[in-house]
């Protein structure tokens, strides 16, 4: 069964605001990720967080992860039409470098 | 080059042709994949390559053949495809022993006729 479930599945923003997205997953992990994918393309991966972390920093990422509650957030600060893409959440639960990845949250930001 | 690479960018093919899907990793990994994704549906794994071994694969038909005759090149070997195997073809690789993250490739846009 599926990992990784983003919410929403589509957000659409003007530039400058910020973006939330959520993930959830089902089972104990070692780490979570997020990637970013334009549309069509290869995904991008943006941030990592372990298992034992809270919270992680990139830039203007900003990455929660609540093991109590399965739950992973990214946050994007003062969005740019640039940030326009697909994100994903994946799960590495340890399984052999395999990775379970949720359906994705599609971002547009307007300009 | 760098990062990872993959030709054909787009392919179309009919159900009875035979093509190849290759891609290249210039980051010095030791793992390799392939992907499928399909619209509406998690990106789903297909097979991995750990130091050149076979270590998953996911029940892909045998219509699709894997090969990895090295570390830094990785192939997908295609041969009486269906229309519902038309998706992107994703490679990426990583790093055995650290995090985990993996790096893509751009992909491979699939059309089967």
């Known amino acids: 069964s599926q990992q990784g479930e983003e919410d929403p599945q589509a957000l659409s923003i003007q530039e400058g605001e910020n973006a939330t997205m959520n993930c959830s997953y089902k089972?104990?992990?070692?780490?979570l990720q997020w990637y970013r994918q334009n549309s069509g393309r290869g995904l991008v991966h943006l941030i990592l967080?372990?298992?034992n972390e809270r919270e992680k920093h990139s830039g203007r990422l900003r990455v929660t992860l609540d093991t109590s509650k399965k739950s992973s957030s990214l946050l994007i600060t003062a969005s740019r039409a640039a940030d326009t893409a697909s994100y994903f959440c994946?799960?590495?639960?340890?399984?052999?470098?395999?990775?379970?990845w949720g359906l994705g949250t599609s971002l547009a930001v307007n300009p | 080059e760098t990062g990872v690479t993959q030709t054909p960018r787009h392919l179309v093919m009919g159900m009875t042709n035979k093509k190849s899907l290759k891609c290249e990793q210039h980051?010095?990994?030791?793992?390799m994949y392939w992907y499928k994704q399909s619209a509406k549906k998690p990106l789903e794994l297909m097979f991995v390559?750990?130091?050149?071994?076979?270590?998953e694969n996911n029940s892909v038909p045998s219509r699709f053949s894997p090969e990895c005759p090295n570390s830094s090149h990785l192939f997908l070997h295609l041969h009486t495809l269906q229309p519902e195997d038309s998706a992107l073809y994703l490679c990426?690789?990583?790093?055995?022993?650290?995090?985990?993250?993996?790096?893509f490739g751009p992909g491979t846009r699939l059309l089967v006729l």
């Open positions: 990426a690789s990583s790093q055995t022993g650290t995090s985990g993250a993996q790096y």
């Open positions: 980051l010095g990994h030791n793992a």
């Open positions: 089972t104990s992990i070692n780490n």
């Open positions: 967080i372990r298992s």
């Open positions: 994946a799960t590495d639960a340890g399984n052999n470098r395999k990775l379970i």
């Open positions: 390559y750990s130091l050149e071994e076979r270590v």
